[in-house]
């Protein structure tokens, strides 16, 4: 398995993942985090492409996005000129304290180097009011429930080493002083897959996730030869074989107390 993902590369194919799936549970959970919190000012922190800053912008005065790929900015900006982006890293935020009403990142604290640190810095550019909330999934307990993990070897177990569980960072966010913590599944990614129509499935090819993008090409042709020989078998016994994708999404979310 190679160490990064290298999002320069994917930059040009990464939003066919919203083709795929519209995420409509994701984009509901931070509409309702801005107007609850009458936010103007956001930040999204590993902004990617700046899908989600894009459906946030009609409802703020400033949006600003932070990403450490200049691939995934430059497409940003073609995507949403007005938008407000910088690079940079999570763990050292370029922001003044108390600037942001709303902080927040959606599947990206995993990539974080350090991922503790950033929930300081949140905390930190953060005003008195304002709100951190931390989108993704924990692998945990999902063996069995996203194929991608049962047919390419030894991706579950990086997973694990990779992602936080949504406990830790929860408990991170308590230890820095956040008021209200609470986690709920904000969507479900599915639907399963039946059959072939696993393999026309965009999340199926190496650069649509970064689990798949940091196999090498011989251990992601492996795992594609095992679906292959899979449905070969279910083929052959007049079977119908099910591959699931039953992965939650939560929302981790804290506030900041007025008087800090």
């Not at 919190?37 to 902004?47: H, I, K, M, T, Y």
């Not at 070897?153 to 992602?163: C, M, P, Q, S």
């Not at 956040?178 to 059959?195: I, K, Q, S, T, Y």
Request: charged share 25%.
């Amino acid at each position: 398995m190679a160490g990064r993902v290298d999002y320069d590369r994917l930059a040009p194919t990464y939003d066919a993942r919203y083709g795929a799936n519209q995420r409509s549970g994701t984009g509901a959970a931070l509409r309702a985090l801005v107007e609850a919190a009458r936010a103007e000012q956001v930040l999204e922190v590993g902004c990617g492409t700046g899908h989600w800053l894009v459906e946030l912008q009609p409802l703020v005065s400033l949006a600003y996005g932070l990403d450490l790929s200049s691939g995934m900015l430059r497409l940003a900006r073609d995507n949403a000129p007005l938008l407000n982006l910088v690079s940079g890293r999570a763990a050292q935020l370029g922001f003044a304290d108390a600037t942001f009403d709303l902080v927040y990142c959606v599947n990206a604290i995993h990539h974080f180097d350090r991922p503790r640190v950033f929930v300081e810095e949140a905390r930190r550019t953060l005003r008195p009011g304002g709100t951190l909330a931390v989108i993704g999934m924990d692998p945990r307990g999902q063996r069995g429930k996203w194929y991608v993990y049962d047919y390419f070897e030894g991706v579950y177990e990086r997973d694990l080493a990779r992602f936080p569980s949504w406990g830790t960072v929860m408990d991170w966010m308590a230890e820095e002083g956040f008021a209200e913590v609470e986690c709920r599944v904000v969507e479900r990614l599915g639907p399963d897959l039946v059959g072939r129509a696993v393999l026309d499935h965009p999340f199926l090819r190496k650069e649509s996730c970064s689990q798949l993008a940091l196999l090498s090409d011989e251990a992601y042709a492996a795992g594609v030869r095992r679906i292959e020989a899979a449905l070969d078998r279910a083929d052959a016994g007049g079977a119908e074989i099910v591959f699931p994708v039953d992965t939650p999404l939560a929302m981790i979310s804290g506030h900041v107390g007025e008087g800090r």
